[in-house]
């Protein structure tokens, strides 16, 4: 029958046979049964041996017909290997004792990478909780083959998974541009579990190490791999930097409406962007603005002149410039600035280390931002381990089960 036909294909089997399918129940039902007198591989060493005896039948939920549920029914064999004893044979379409094909984790795994999983479960006619299974099962399969050998450089930043202040850790490998690792919250615990689950001979292969000037990850890094470069990323120092301009910004404009004056008002981004990012009223505006002798044309002025800090290829040169920028800085009379100043220098060999080892944060950002939108997509998710395993399944690059169904 064509019916058997497609089952044997996308199951893969051979040892097996296809003793009846059955429509019962509104449900496609396909009873299985191994070949007579056929030797079955062990399922630690695949080595074959004669069947010992025969376990109760189980049910695994397969790729549904035109809507229609279908559901495997077989009972697995124990053989007696001479190097591991008596283990259940290697059932091929099924990953432990997991309750779904090895073809249906691949069809929900690839589908929830682009849609919500309530859609997908949807899609499929399965509930949520057998679409979190199959992303649970895809994961640890493509951890299973995936040794992360060569990592290098990792980037390590925290992202938020929900309001009142709760993050999550992510670890990046910066090279190959994918999430490794994501933990809940953003203390020193946290980071510690990613150490302790990335081993010894793996930590000491990492040259480089991305981060913010959060002083729990500092201390970890430090703990674990001190030999490696610690860089502090340039995007979440220049980040400090935006919010002191626009807390000078914020007190001269209160100030100034006190008295009446609005020329301020409006023009936060004025301050904040790039000048060549600038619209063309924008340059008009700042162009009048900076004749002025306004506080924030001083803090405007200075943060200008912090750029030219990237531009050195040189650590000596740099670290020259960045002390007389410090003191331009603390002797602008703008608080906000001084305290940006004095925070660059109890983190000057971090920020230095970049022209050592020039690596940033730039790509963990922006795999932050597909991260917020995997998180935005589901409307968020309840639970942490949850919240790490779609980050990990969607960021991962993880390697999906093999199976005879394709996706374009």
């Known amino acids: 029958m064509l019916i058997e036909s497609i089952i044997r294909f996308t199951l893969g089997i051979k040892d097996h046979r296809i003793v009846s399918v059955k429509f019962i129940d509104k449900e496609l039902r396909i009873i299985l049964d191994a070949k007579k007198r056929r030797k079955l591989p062990c399922s630690i060493c695949e080595k074959r041996y004669h069947s010992k005896d025969i376990l109760k039948e189980r049910r695994w939920s397969h790729v549904s017909l035109w809507g229609i549920p279908v559901f495997i029914y077989y009972r697995p064999r124990r053989v007696k290997c001479r190097e591991h004893g008596v283990k259940v044979e290697r059932i091929p379409w099924s990953m432990g004792k997991r309750a779904l094909s090895f073809p249906l984790i691949t069809v929900l795994a690839f589908w929830t990478r682009l849609l919500p999983w309530d859609q997908v479960a949807r899609l499929f006619n399965v509930s949520w909780n057998t679409v979190r299974g199959a992303v649970e099962a895809a994961v640890e399969y493509g951890r299973e083959r995936e040794d992360y050998q060569g990592v290098r450089f990792i980037g390590i930043d ?46 000491a292969a990492i040259e480089g190490v991305c981060c913010d000037m959060w002083q729990n990850y500092i201390d970890v890094i430090h703990e674990y791999c001190g030999d490696a470069v610690t860089v502090f990323d340039k995007f979440h120092i220049v980040r400090h930097l935006m919010e002191a301009i626009d807390k000078v910004r914020k007190m001269e404009a209160k100030a100034l409406a006190e008295m009446g004056c609005e020329t301020l008002k409006g023009t936060k981004y004025i301050w904040l962007k790039n000048p060549w990012n600038l619209t063309e009223n924008q340059k008009i505006t700042l162009s009048e603005l900076l004749k002025s002798s306004f506080k924030i044309v001083r803090a405007y002025l200075l943060k200008e002149m912090f750029r030219r800090l990237w531009d050195y290829t040189r650590k000596a040169w740099a670290a020259k410039y960045l002390k007389r920028w410090f003191w331009w800085a603390t002797h602008s009379r703008l608080k906000p600035l001084r305290d940006f100043a004095w925070m660059l220098r109890r983190h000057e060999e971090g920020i230095l280390a970049y022209f050592n080892l020039r690596i940033d944060n730039g790509i963990v950002e922006a795999m932050n931002n597909n991260a917020k939108a995997i998180s935005h997509r589901a409307r968020g998710y309840r639970s942490e381990n949850t919240f790490s395993l779609a980050m990990i399944h969607g960021l991962g690059k993880l390697q999906l089960p093999e199976c005879q169904h394709r996706f374009s």
Do not use: P
Request: glycine share 6%; charged share 35%; no cysteine.
């Open 158 to 203: 925290e992202i938020s998974r929900k309001k009142g202040h709760t993050y999550h850790t992510n670890v990046y490998d910066l090279e190959r541009k994918r999430l490794i690792w994501s933990g809940a919250h953003r203390d020193k615990d946290s980071l510690r579990r990613f150490f302790q689950w990335w081993g010894d001979t793996r930590t």
